[in-house]
């Protein structure tokens, strides 16, 4: 039988969420076919003893003390052995079904040259919000909102990809289980300067990647996602971020529009402003006071947002 290709590192962030690492690993270990490398970089006590557990994945502890999840996976991708043509990562709050690094692997096995990335199939994606106002023509039009699976549109927004059945193409990649071609992350570094929480850093790396390659989603590559409550901004914190960070990713690129980017966030701002007040939902009330602090402060550090666009 012919060897294969390529070999696999995977680089996981993590800011000391025990049990859903433990969980992670688990899943990783009882893959049928097992990466070269395996790197917890991040922060948190006893994870060293932790990645041990794992005999089988020879797992390492890279300690980062307050770093970014951007700082974490460029680490990572730094000490990444040179024979791993691929490096992968993944969240530290995912489950893999056991097939999911062999189905990913067997797709580069057999994929062109051009191909840059390819992202594993979430399982259970949240429920659409807000579906009624998404359905609307106009909002297509305004490309506000659009029902194709893993879009980038005019206004910075991204689409989601529920429901993939089989393999597809697609413009970005979310991060939490993901695979590049470590020739494409000598080329294309995350952007660090998504500090704290890094809202849209995995929209801003692979966007820009998909420009010069392939991007595709293996519907064999199956996971879940189980959102830890450690480690997450609270609402005002998101809502600010929600604002700014969208606002610097558009600003990166000349074919995206910031006019219908702000139109798109500030319907964002409206549609929390009708839930929190017909619902008594305050999450949705911080979040919105949270936009509106975004957006007076990027009129107030404009310049920040004044990057060279590609």
Partial sequence: MTPPSHKLAIVIPTIGRRAELRRMLASLAAQTRLPE???????????????????????????????????????????????????????????????????????????????????????????????????????SRLELYDSSKGAVLRSGVHTMMPGIN?????????TYAVVYSRQVLDEFWFDEWFV???????????????KKYKLAVVADARFYHYPSAVGRPSAYLFGKKEVLNRLYFVSKHQELSRPLCCLALSIRGVISMFLGITRLHGYSLKRLAGNITGFLSAISHRDSFCVRRQ
Avoid at 166 to 174: A, D, H, S
């Fill in 37 to 139: 490398q395996v790197l917890i970089v991040g922060e948190g006590e006893g994870l060293a003893e932790l990645a041990r557990e794992f005999s089988q994945l020879a797992a390492e502890f890279i300690s980062l003390p307050g770093s970014s999840i951007c700082d974490a996976r460029n680490r990572g991708t730094q000490l990444a052995r040179p024979e791993c043509t691929l490096i992968a990562f993944m969240d530290d709050d995912i489950v893999l079904e056991p097939q999911a690094i062999r189905a990913l692997l067997d797709f580069w096995e057999h994929a062109s040259d051009d191909l840059g990335g390819t992202g594993c199939n979430l399982v259970n994606y949240p429920s659409l919000q807000a579906g009624r106002l998404k359905a609307l023509r106009l909002t």
């Fill in 166 to 174: 089989e393999n597809t193409y697609v413009r970005w990649l979310p």
């Fill in 196 to 210: 704290s929480y890094s809202y849209l850093e995995d929209l801003d790396l692979s966007y820009r990647i998909g």
